[in-house]
């Protein structure tokens, strides 16, 4: 490392610098003191950056980690081991974010932002991240992350859980209400059915008739489904877990979304990768989960297009990834999206992300947001492996299947 690159703030020199000073008597006796010297100041360093309440992390370009303290390494759930190896956003997704934005922005810039972590606890850190100038040309970052769940928790986060439970009883309501009308309907709706099959007339006179009462009630049907889905989704729930392949679950919602795929001219493709994308979930929650990822994607696409999912499975976690090519999200609103009530569309409701983001979270897992306005955005849900899962079921007290 050169002396200017170093920072201007005084300090006093220390006794390795002072060997350094001399180096044209280093003989192997200096040599050996200098080493000796290194490795307790190195061990003298490490303890107290691994005495520091806060995480501090040091990541290269890709994200790969190359420092970890010991509080920086349990917060995002990396073993020591893997210090080195270890790809920030494969352990965080929700920092690839920063660190795109990192990329974009050049050379310097200082980021902080709170991100939610859901592995190997549950909680909130806020991040701060810069640019660290080290002398040579690697380019390094150094993340600072300090924990703030309690910060959080206590103050507008139950006013919110508050506002949101009793938006979620009375939409329940509501839906609830809608039920019975539409029951009626179906009803009535058979009973012409019954008695236009036993008309004593030429079938020519009523088979428009028919056609439009078999279309109704398809749609009463339809409007039915929703309406579980709808109901089942926002009644907070413990989730009912057992091994469930997301394959499964993906090809049941695209059963249902089928007619209006094919109104909105979308191709949708569907892709096994490495691996049964196996995990412990609840169907029906993870039902309703992949059901609005799917349909946020395909009311992305004005004029048609294409929706991609692929499932992959690696060392830690199963991943399905959902890619449409839409209109894209804003970066002002990518922070945003998981709020509830927030939408951008004329008749969205704004519950489908936050709604996503709370099954993820009954299931252990992340959702991670890449997106370029215009282009098309993806969607990841990481799961956690069935056999590392165990730890999060205290966690989040989720119960298992019997
Ligand atoms: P809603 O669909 O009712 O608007 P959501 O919570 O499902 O509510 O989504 C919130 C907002 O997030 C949407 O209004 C939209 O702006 C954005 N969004 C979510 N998914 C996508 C996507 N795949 N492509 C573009 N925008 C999306
Ligand atoms: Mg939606």
């Given at each position: 490392?050169?002396a200017?690159?170093q920072?201007?703030a005084?300090?006093?020199s220390?006794?390795i610098?002072?060997?350094?000073?001399?180096?044209?008597?280093?003989?192997?006796?200096?040599?050996?003191?200098?080493?000796?010297?290194?490795a307790r100041?190195?061990?003298?360093l490490?303890?107290?950056f691994?005495a520091?309440?806060?995480?501090?992390?040091?990541?290269?370009?890709?994200?790969?980690?190359?420092?970890?303290?010991r509080a920086g390494?349990?917060?995002?759930?990396l073993?020591?081991?893997d210090i080195?190896?270890?790809?920030?956003w494969?352990?965080?997704p929700?920092?690839?974010r920063?660190?795109?934005f990192?990329r974009e922005?050049?050379?310097?810039p200082?980021?902080?932002?709170?991100v939610?972590?859901f592995?190997?606890?549950?909680?909130?850190?806020?991040?701060q991240?810069?640019?660290?100038?080290l002398?040579?040309?690697?380019?390094?970052?150094?993340v600072?992350?300090?924990?703030?769940?309690?910060?959080?928790?206590?103050?507008?986060a139950?006013?919110?859980?508050?506002?949101?439970?009793s938006?979620?009883?009375?939409?329940?309501s509501?839906?609830?209400?809608?039920?019975?009308?539409l029951?009626?309907m179906?009803?009535?709706?058979?009973?012409?059915?019954r008695?236009l099959?036993?008309?004593?007339?030429?079938?020519?006179?009523?088979?428009?008739?028919?056609?439009?009462?078999?279309?109704?009630l398809?749609e009463i049907?339809?409007?039915?489904?929703?309406l579980?889905?709808?109901l089942?989704?926002?009644?907070p729930q413990?989730p009912i877990l057992?091994?469930?392949?997301?394959m499964?679950?993906?090809f049941?919602?695209?059963?249902?979304?089928?007619?209006?795929?094919?109104?909105?001219?979308i191709r949708?493709?569907?892709?096994?990768?490495?691996g049964l994308?196996?995990?412990?979930?609840d169907?029906?929650?993870?039902?309703q989960?992949i059901?609005?990822?799917?349909?946020?994607a395909?009311?992305?696409?004005?004029d048609?297009?294409?929706?991609?999912?692929?499932?992959?499975?690696?060392?830690?976690?199963?991943?399905l990834?959902v890619?449409?090519?839409g209109?894209?999200?804003?970066r002002?609103?990518i922070?945003?999206?998981?709020?509830?009530?927030?939408?951008?569309?004329?008749?969205?409701?704004?519950l489908?992300?936050?709604?996503?983001?709370r099954i993820?979270r009954?299931?252990?897992?992340q959702?991670?947001i890449d997106?370029?306005?215009?282009?098309?955005t993806?969607v990841?849900?990481?799961f956690?492996?069935?056999?590392?899962r165990?730890?999060?079921?205290?966690t989040?007290?989720a119960?298992?299947?019997q």
């Amino acid at each position: 490392m050169k002396a200017e690159k170093q920072s201007s703030a005084p300090r006093r020199s220390s006794s390795i610098e002072r060997i350094l000073g001399r180096l044209d008597d280093l003989d192997s006796t200096n040599l050996a003191i200098l080493v000796q010297r290194l490795a307790r100041e190195r061990g003298l360093l490490e303890t107290v950056f691994d005495a520091v309440e806060e995480g501090i992390l040091v990541i290269d370009a890709t994200g790969t980690v190359d420092y970890a303290n010991r509080a920086g390494a349990s917060l995002i759930g990396l073993n020591p081991k893997d210090i080195g190896s270890a790809v920030l956003w494969k352990l965080v997704p929700d920092l690839a974010r920063s660190l795109d934005f990192l990329r974009e922005d050049g050379l310097a810039p200082n980021i902080a932002r709170d991100v939610e972590l859901f592995y190997p606890e549950h909680r909130w850190v806020r991040l701060q991240i810069s640019r660290l100038l080290l002398g040579d040309d690697a380019v390094r970052f150094g993340v600072i992350i300090r924990d703030i769940t309690d910060e959080r928790q206590n103050t507008e986060a139950m006013i919110e859980s508050e506002r949101i439970n009793s938006i979620f009883t009375l939409a329940a309501s509501v839906a609830h209400e809608i039920g019975n009308p539409l029951n009626s309907m179906k009803i009535h709706l058979e009973l012409m059915r019954r008695k236009l099959a036993k008309l004593d007339v030429p079938e020519e006179k009523t088979k428009s008739l028919k056609k439009s009462v078999e279309i109704c009630l398809d749609e009463i049907g339809r409007l039915d489904d929703i309406l579980k889905n709808f109901l089942g989704a926002i009644r907070p729930q413990k989730p009912i877990l057992g091994k469930t392949n997301l394959m499964e679950i993906v090809f049941d919602v695209l059963a249902v979304q089928k007619a209006e795929l094919e109104k909105r001219n979308i191709r949708c493709s569907v892709k096994q990768g490495k691996g049964l994308p196996i995990v412990l979930g609840d169907a029906s929650q993870l039902k309703q989960l992949i059901f609005n990822v799917s349909k946020n994607a395909m009311e992305a696409m004005q004029d048609g297009g294409a929706i991609d999912i692929v499932s992959d499975v690696d060392d830690a976690f199963v991943y399905l990834r959902v890619r449409d090519t839409g209109c894209g999200i804003e970066r002002d609103a990518i922070s945003r999206i998981y709020e509830p009530f927030f939408t951008t569309k004329d008749g969205g409701h704004g519950l489908g992300m936050m709604i996503v983001m709370r099954i993820m979270r009954e299931h252990g897992g992340q959702v991670g947001i890449d997106s370029t306005p215009g282009e098309g955005t993806l969607v990841t849900l990481q799961f956690p492996r069935p056999d590392r899962r165990t730890p999060m079921l205290s966690t989040f007290g989720a119960q298992p299947a019997q």
